[in-house]
């Protein structure tokens, strides 16, 4: 998406700024970033995602979480999505056979919609609820049981829910707590998680306010600890994010950073309501904050839901509040003289209590080095805005990290407000460079033949003329608005000859002079030996730039010598440059000619000529006076020839039957069968035959 | 000088003493050359085929041609076991010997049918 600033007029050069603070972010040193509380985008986001199906949503917990984001995002709910859901809530807790977690969904639906449930149910309920905890053996039981207790608790004030044995169920929840402060879902289930944690602060908080009798203070310490605990597991990014990770997927499916991170903001702020002196160090506080704002806004309902709700809970809670320093714009322009502003707001974009903005240090790109300014920001009330009116001495064009420091006017919300210390922030400050003293002049050796003098940015007609004795010569200074010498990211010179073949080279500086000088005695080969007019485009340009140009300049005459034999040739150009991609000539599948078959007349003669040897044979057989004098003439022995002679037979048929359409395995079985037949009947004959003519031999 | 008739008598003379020595053979024997002639002959004739339109599917070539002379080697074989003149297989009935003839160009033409294609 980054566009080449080269090609951009004026307005377009601050978007660029904009979009290059994302890569400033990376190059300068770390913590440096700046998020920004919610926003409309958000609501128009949540509105999107969360659109219930034909009026409805698909579950209780969805459509919780679709109801919790708009309330906490202020959007107002449709009444025929509250008259479908309240009947689904109603029903399910009329539903015998709803476990703890059906009820859990249901009853936390009800919180947000205040449906119409009468108190015997909701007494009914609470039984129902208590019997689950008694029973419950996993997390998961204990906190959609604990968690449909606490809410009837908030939502009606006759009902008595209060726990009896809050002591146990502490103690048996506390049993499936690990040594490095994350949690095991159940007992025989040795895997854990972070996520499993979150859910169990939540859960004991949950039992601590439904304690019936006041609970024992060591749990509640070895509990503190626990937490502390979970916190040395904490992981970071470079730009002061805070996160946890899961890092197996547990039984519930819910994977990522983000449900494990929004479970234990839950327990955390949950924890914090019950009790007070949790001390977890403000920039951590600040830090899940930033997690949250730093994912912007996410693509798919759940991930929003989790970004929406934690923030909700960091906005109100008794450990920290978090509070955001945000810039509205983090490209200044010194042209238009636009003045620095801050903005300094809870994390869903409430106002925040009565402070002063002053900005610490402004460090220039890459220096770890600044002095400190200390200079207050003037607060506008109208617009929430801190603003400083002009810029800090020094400060010319170029990209800065300015480092602020918020100061809470009244001492005693500095325990209640993380404010993080010292925020870093990128800051882009763009202005118009002067360009001048431009010159192109054609020189011959050392001394100038002609030059001209070109207007930057501006239009420029051209028309020099060189042979390849005789160099190029381009000049120009830049210098900022403060007057200081300038190195833009981009100088180019391009060459183009007629026939489309460019070069481009790069301008070197040497503070605010530019120049380069063409020897074109030396770059003959280079271009190829083309003799012509080449038209000469000058590029400057930077992000800071704010009148970053690509110029045609007009054109030059080159007269080069012939080109040898041997010379490379141009690299052809495509009439369109499109057609580089276009399709190729087709490729036709020459196939295998098939090989030269005889005509058929000649094989049907040799066919012919084949059989009469056969013939010959057996006219000679009849000559040579062959009888069947020996053939038995008994029954038995005879039946035995006959069958000799037709299992020979068969087998020749069989073999035509294989050659024709049999394959080889059904002839070997066939062949088989015959062949131990014919030896049988083989046998048989031929000893007949032997022992007559052993007979005959000794008569 | 006389020598062509010479040698033309000669040649005649050989060949009436070979013909008057072949009719003495045994009858079976005789069947059995006309058998290899046969088998010969056919394969001289697939030969002269081959060589007229080319030997495209050698296969069907092959097994034709190896056909006919594996028979010829087969009866050959067949003669020498069955010739009482022939002291060495004294022993060995004659009707052993065409057992194993039978038997043997039943498995050679199984081969051959395989590779006729």
New interface residues.
């Given amino acids: 998406m980054k566009i080449s600033p080269a090609e951009d007029s004026q307005a377009m050069a601050r978007k660029v700024g904009i979009i290059a603070v994302l890569l400033a972010v990376a190059s300068i040193c770390e913590a440096v970033a700046i998020f920004h509380p919610i926003s409309e985008s958000h609501r128009s986001a949540a509105l999107e995602l969360f659109s219930p199906v034909a009026g409805s949503f698909s579950s209780l917990e969805e459509a919780y979480e679709a109801l919790r984001t708009f309330e906490v995002l202020g959007i107002e709910k449709k009444p025929d999505v509250k008259d479908h859901t309240c009947n689904s809530v109603v029903d399910t807790l009329s539903l015998m056979s709803s476990n703890s977690r059906d009820l859990y969904h249901a009853l936390r639906v009800n919180g947000l919609l205040k449906c119409e449930i009468s108190n015997e149910a909701l007494t009914g309920i609470v039984s129902r609820l208590k019997d689950a905890v008694k029973d419950a053996t996993s997390l998961l039981d204990y906190y959609h049981s604990i968690g449909g207790l606490l809410l009837i608790k908030d939502q009606s004030s006759e009902v008595d829910v209060l726990l009896e044995n809050a002591d146990g169920t502490l103690r048996s929840i506390k049993a499936l707590s690990q040594s490095d402060g994350r949690w095991r879902y159940s007992s025989s289930n040795p895997e854990s998680s972070t996520r499993a944690a979150g859910l169990a602060f939540e859960t004991i908080s949950g039992v601590i306010s439904l304690a019936a009798s006041a609970i024992d203070e060591t749990l509640i310490g070895t509990l503190k600890k626990d937490i502390m605990k979970l916190f040395d597991s904490i992981e970071k990014y470079d730009d002061g994010s805070y996160y946890f990770d899961d890092k197996h997927i547990d039984a519930s499916g819910h994977q990522g950073p983000l449900s494990a991170t929004s479970a234990v903001v839950r327990g955390l702020t949950a924890f914090a309501s019950t009790s007070e002196s949790l001390n977890i160090p403000e920039d951590k506080i600040l830090g899940l904050a930033r997690f949250f704002l730093g994912i912007g806004v996410p693509g798919n309902s759940k991930d929003l839901y989790y970004q929406i709700d934690t923030l909700s809970h960091l906005e109100n809670n008794r450990v920290s509040v978090p509070l955001v320093l945000s810039l509205p714009a983090t490209v200044l322009s010194l042209t238009s003289k636009d003045k620095l502003k801050v903005k300094v707001s809870t994390v869903l974009g409430s106002s925040a209590p009565p402070l002063s903005v002053k900005l610490m240090q402004v460090f220039s790109s890459g220096s770890k080095d600044a002095s400190v300014l200390n200079k207050d920001l003037h607060f506008d009330p109208k617009e929430a805005i801190y603003s400083l009116d002009d810029l800090p001495e020094g400060v010319d064009i170029g990209e800065y990290v300015f480092a602020f420091e918020i100061v809470l006017s009244d001492p005693e919300y500095k325990r209640k407000f993380a404010t993080g210390g010292r925020t870093k922030v990128p800051v882009h400050v763009t202005g118009v460079v002067k360009v001048d003293n431009a010159k192109a002049a054609v020189l011959e050796g050392d001394v100038v033949e002609s030059e001209k003098k070109l207007d930057l940015p501006g239009k420029n007609d051209l028309a020099l003329s060189a042979n390849h004795l005789q160099k190029l010569r381009l000049s120009f200074m830049l210098t900022t608005p403060f007057g200081k010498p300038f190195k833009p990211h981009q100088a180019l010179l391009k060459l183009r000859h007629e026939t489309g073949v460019e070069h481009i080279f790069v301008v070197e500086n040497s503070g605010r002079h530019f120049e380069i000088t063409l020897d074109f005695l030396g770059l003959v080969e280079k271009f190829f030996y083309l003799s012509g007019q080449y038209n000469i485009d000058l590029t400057v340009g930077d992000a800071v730039m704010e009148n970053s140009f690509l110029e045609p300049l007009g054109s030059v005459e080159l007269d080069l010598p012939k080109a040898p034999e041997k010379a490379t040739q141009p690299p052809p150009q495509a009439a369109n440059p499109y057609l580089r991609y276009g399709p190729k000539a087709e490729i036709a599948h020459i196939f295998r000619a098939p090989e030269k078959r005889p005509p058929q007349e000649v094989s049907f003669a040799f066919l012919g000529l084949v059989l009469v040897p056969f013939l010959a044979f057996l006219v000679g057989l009849l000559r040579l006076g062959v009888n069947f004098k020996n053939f038995p003439t008994s029954a038995i022995p005879a039946t035995f020839a006959i069958l000799f002679h037709g299992g020979i037979a068969a087998v020749l048929i069989l073999y035509v039957l294989f050659w024709l359409k049999l394959d080889l395995f059904t002839t070997l079985k066939t062949l088989g069968l015959i062949g131990i037949f014919l030896m049988f009947v083989g046998h048989r004959t031929l000893s007949h035959l032997a022992s007559t003519s052993a007979k005959l031999k000794s008569a | 000088m006389g020598r062509s008739p010479a040698t033309k008598d000669d040649a005649q003379a050989l060949f009436h003493s070979l013909r008057s020595a072949y009719s003495a053979t045994p009858?079976n024997l005789?069947?059995i050359d006309?058998?290899v002639?046969?088998a010969v002959?056919?394969a001289l004739?697939?030969v002269?085929?081959m060589a007229?339109?080319?030997s495209?599917p050698f296969n069907s070539f092959l097994s034709g041609v190896l056909s006919c002379v594996g028979t010829a080697v087969l009866a050959v074989c067949l003669r020498i076991q069955v010739n009482k003149e022939n002291k060495e297989f004294k022993d060995l009935?004659p009707?052993?010997a065409?057992?194993d003839f039978?038997l043997c160009n039943?498995v050679l033409?199984?081969v051959i049918?395989?590779f006729?294609g």
């Fill in positions: 009858t005789k069947i006309l058998y002639v046969f002959f056919t004739i697939q002269v085929y007229i339109v080319g495209f009935p009707e052993r065409f057992a039978v039943l033409h199984l049918m395989n006729l």
